[in-house]
């Protein structure tokens, strides 16, 4: 039987060797052989077939058939595949568990950390883009704190906002006691809002694991830059300050 080399190759990841492949590959062809016949067929070598067979039923794609002489046949692939796909994932888990057990209290002693990813965003489009993305992202949690609201982000934060109160996701915004009633008219009805007498800055904080740090904000220029990053040491603080911010400010009725 000739297969495609898309199938040889899946074989091949499977843990079959070459000529593991030719034996089980002849077995689901032609049925049970001895294992002289199956050498013949699959032409592998006879000093070699008892030691493939073997292999195959350790690991569990053929089945011996007792009698004079004993054949052997293929188990079905979709029983000798899964077979093989939970012998993997039981052997990585074990191996995953044995290093971790002893790498990673050597990491966390030598005091290594992570690179984290921080972008710097320029310009009112690219920010909202971020700021979109961000909101998208979020499952759990959102804090929001707007020194400035552009029509543009309500615009585009409504709808996402929506989504986010039909999912249970928390919201809290904090904007500046100037903001239009308009606007915070539309915003409370999707999120906890509040507002305070003066702001310094702002950003966005999603699931405690990405923080945006709005810089740059001006009413005639919009948002023109802002900082957008998951390391956990900035967003832990920032999060410390949105609710050192909130507990001082004015509950929306």
């Not at 016949?37 to 067979?53: C, Q, T, V």
């Not at 906890?192 to 923080?211: A, C, K, P, Y």
Request: hydrophobic share 40%; aromatic share 6%; glycine share 8%.
């Amino acid at each position: 039987m000739v297969v495609s080399e898309k199938t040889r190759r899946a074989l091949k990841e499977f843990g079959l060797t070459e000529y593991e492949a030719k034996a089980y590959v002849s077995l689901v062809e032609s049925g049970a052989l001895a294992a002289s016949e199956l050498g013949r067929i699959a032409s592998i070598p006879y000093s070699k077939i008892y030691e493939i067979i073997g292999n195959l039923e350790r690991k569990g794609w053929v089945e011996l058939e007792q009698g004079r002489p004993s054949k052997y046949y293929a188990k079905a692939p979709s029983t000798a595949l899964e077979s093989s796909r939970v012998r993997f994932e039981t052997t990585i888990r074990s191996s995953e568990a044995d290093a971790l057990e002893e790498l990673q209290p050597l990491y966390e002693k030598k005091g290594v950390r992570e690179k984290p990813d921080i972008w710097i965003v320029r310009g009112q489009d690219n920010i909202l883009d971020k700021i979109k993305e961000t909101l998208s992202r979020t499952r759990r949690e959102l804090m929001v704190a707007m020194p400035v609201v552009p029509d543009a982000i309500v615009s585009m934060a409504l709808p996402v906002l929506a989504l986010m109160r039909e999912k249970g996701v928390n919201v809290s915004v904090m904007l500046p006691l100037a903001t239009s009633r308009e606007t915070v008219r539309r915003l409370k009805g999707l999120a906890q809002v509040r507002t305070r007498e003066q702001m310094f800055g702002g950003g966005i904080i999603s699931d405690d694991n990405q923080i945006i740090i709005l810089l740059g904000e001006d009413p005639e220029k919009g948002l023109t830059l802002a900082i957008s990053s998951d390391h956990i040491g900035l967003v832990r603080f920032g999060k410390s300050y949105f609710e050192y911010l909130w507990e001082g400010s004015k509950p929306v009725s």
